[in-house]
């Protein structure tokens, strides 16, 4: 989780020690200008050499097994660690 200067937060988990950020996508990222802001902040980590897993929530919901294999295996993978 991140907190920017105007108080709101963002991230839903980040491992920083691997640069492996992961943003569980809610309803709300897809109104209005919100795929804007999130765009330039997933830029912002991959320019700061982070790889950034984005989950949306129906994902989530319907395939987590799917998307937690994603995590984990990013993990190893940054991490220098076997799958």
């Avoid at 129906?58 to 295996?73: H, K, P």
């Amino acid at each position: 989780m991140r907190v920017q200067r105007d108080g709101r937060v963002y991230l839903d988990v980040a491992w920083d020690d691997i640069g492996l950020v992961v943003e569980i996508d809610g309803g709300h990222h897809g109104l209005a200008l919100n795929p804007v802001d999130d765009a330039l902040r997933q830029n912002e980590f991959v320019l700061s050499d982070s790889r950034v897993l984005r989950i949306p929530v129906i994902g989530l919901r319907l395939n987590a097994a799917a998307f937690m294999d994603q995590v984990v295996r990013g993990h190893h993978l940054l991490s220098g660690q076997a799958a």
